[in-house]
């Protein structure tokens, strides 16, 4: 018998995303199907949305919601069942989905998230789901609505994604939200004298995951736990750690239309055409002697950035260039321009966001950087070796559970898929730039890692089954 879920995310690929939230909302439905779990997902009614909805129709309408009156439609978008909760007075506005043209929040954040917490609750009545799967602190109101909504309990897991973001408010907010008084509590929505909403998930949700098991230890920890440990740690006995993965069909070089030329593990040898095309895009020598080596991903602390720019002169002492694609913090994104001035046709820097870009450069470069100081699960380095690119990780949270190292025990049995480093400092990372320039220069171990790495499963397929046996457990299955 199909078990019927409703999903509640902030962001989704294609339409919406700034990060790799929007690509697991996208591909676990998918994934979850052969398992007999019918997935619908709810996310905001932004303009990307609405317009992509085929055969949209309305199935609800209130006028009581908080924020005020919105409808939600139904519809077909990128093969996926969708629900777009369309109030355009909270998400009828271009760009990021969270920040002003200003690059500050929002300052109707809190109830444009209360809105699509509080709709998702209502129509998981609605709709007669036997689950509700929801997605970070944009989400995080979701089981707080369903326990106090009218009706049968339904069961809820709540899954973080990066315990970093956790959607705090002032207490003024809660008088907006339709909840009972009762709410606002220590046993409740009420976090350090505002709400909380990933706090509110953490504690009304029935089952809890985070997107990899050493992620899931690391936020028992007070250095890991943001605040949120002991919650935490009261709860470990429905809290799973759970590796994100990848739709291998979107993410295929054999068939990517994006790359100067396709390849696979059978014949890497076209990769050179699109290393070729990744310099000419960010106007690199020709003559280079070392790895190609590149950065994607968001310009901030928490992904090291900086630690690169301090690593720059080891790494150009091994004859290596790098890229630089992403955005982030105005002041590191100065900083990366900055890197590429001082070293023209060594360093090459694309402030922004870019698809497209960044898949040729996944097809080109020789590895990628990772070097962050925490990391839920990362989907960067789960591509990278898809598309034969060693990643080049810190040893923490998802990084450590997706990367095998090519240590010297790792390379005498034939396995490793990339270079782990221990600790996020810049002399670590110079030192794992090394290591990688060395395997680089041996011709037969780099053409076995990049093998190791494309052949090795980060697909959905067994983090589906995990869900799965969750929403049947939740219902009781």
Known sequence: MTLSVLAVASEIYPFVKTGGLADVVAALPAALAPLDVAVTTLVPGYPAVCDALEGAHEIAAWQDLPGGAARVLRGRAGGL????????????????????????????????????????????????????HAHDWQAGLVPAYLR??????????????????QGRFSADLFSLLGLPASAFAI????????????????????????????????????????????????????LFGIRNGIDLEEWNPATDP????RFSADDPYPRAANAA?????????GNRVGPLLAFIGR????????????????????????????????????????????????????VGYSEPLARIVYGGADAVLIPSRFEPCGLVQLIAQRYGAIPVVARTGGLADTVIDANDAALSMGWGT?????????????????????????????LRLQANAMQLDVS??????????????????
């Open 148 to 165: 106090h909504t009218e009706g049968p309990l339904l069961p809820s897991l709540f899954t973080v994604h990066n315990l970093a973001f």
């Open 81 to 132: 069942d969708l629900l777009a909760l369309d109030s355009p007075q909270l998400f009828d506005r271009p760009g990021n989905p969270y920040l002003a043209p200003d690059g500050t929040d929002w300052p109707d954040n809190g109830l444009r998230f209360a809105a699509l917490g509080a709709a998702a609750a209502r129509l998981a009545h609605a709709l007669g789901v036997d689950a509700v």
């Open 299 to 350: 310009l901030t602390w928490q992904k090291g950035i900086d630690l690169v720019l301090e690593a720059l002169p080891a790494l150009l002492d091994c004859g290596a260039q790098l890229v630089i694609l992403g955005q982030g913090e105005a002041a590191l994104s100065a900083a990366c321009e900055a890197a590429q001035a001082a070293h023209p046709g060594r360093v090459g820097v694309f």
């Open 258 to 261: 994006h790359l100067a030329a």
């Open 187 to 238: 046993d409740g929505v009420e976090f350090h004298g505002g709400v909380g909403f990933l706090k509110a998930g953490l504690w009304y949700a029935n089952a809890l995951s985070t997107v990899s098991p050493t992620y899931a230890e690391e936020i028992l920890t007070p250095e890991g736990g943001m605040g949120l440990d002991g919650l935490l740690r009261a709860r470990t006995d429905v």
């Open 418 to 446: 990339g270079v782990m480093f221990a600790s996020s400092s810049a002399y670590a990372l110079a030192a794992a730039i090394r290591r990688t320039s060395r395997l680089f220069q041996d011709r037969n171990t780099w």
């Open 277 to 285: 095309l990744v310099g000419e895009r960010f106007a690199l020598d």
């Open 460 to 477: 959905w397929r067994g983090s589906a089954e995990r869900y799965a046996a969750i929403f049947r457990r939740l219902a009781g299955r």
